[in-house]
């Protein structure tokens, strides 16, 4: 399944008639209703090239979804503890990671997630466990709310 719209969509529908693939990849399209696609999701991957703090991954993550991505711009910091390196892969605590543009790697790790079903649910768990503690909406408007209290006080 691959959710959204963008300039790449004709370019990837095309390679997957071209390798015969179609048949098996959902492309939805804009979705308003993402969230609820996370939850029949066991794995997410995010191929960008160049990335700040992917939204993609912390919607996922809150759904319980381990990822296998590229290691790029905030990526790590939603990844926890490095667990290992495995053949090339970061095995993280919330998911895996592999060099940018490493199409080969990339497919090991979604086959490493896709054979090992109790790492996935594991690393799912701790991954929503951390989305909960770290970057829910109440605990970020706290910590923006904690701000403004502060600076108030020191400018009076």
């Known amino acids: 399944m691959i959710i959204g719209d963008g300039h790449l969509r004709p370019a990837l529908e095309s390679q997957a008639q071209k390798l ?4 098996k990849i959902v492309f939805t399209g804009f979705r308003d209703d993402v ?14 090239l160049n990335e700040g ?6 919607e996922a993550m809150s759904c319980g979804v381990p990822a296998v991505s590229t290691e790029v711009g905030g990526v790590v ?5 490095r667990l290992e390196i495995l053949d090339g892969m970061s095995v993280w605590e919330h998911g895996l990671t592999v060099p940018s543009g490493n199409s080969l790697l990339f497919a ?7 054979d090992n079903p109790q790492t ?11 989305v909960r ?14 701000l403004y209290s ?4 020191n400018n009076k």
């Open 133 to 146: 503690s770290h970057l829910s909406k109440e605990r970020l408007i706290g910590d923006i709310e904690n």
């Open 35 to 48: 969230l609820s696609l996370y939850n029949d999701l066991d794995i997410v991957g995010l191929t960008s």
């Open 108 to 114: 090991r790790g979604l086959q490493y997630l896709i």
């Open 77 to 81: 910091d939603l990844m926890g503890q």
């Open 120 to 130: 996935r649910k594991e690393m799912g768990l701790r991954a929503r466990s951390f």
């Open 150 to 153: 502060k600076e108030t006080i």
């Open 53 to 58: 703090t992917p939204l993609t991954l912390i």
């Open 20 to 23: 015969q693939v179609a048949d």
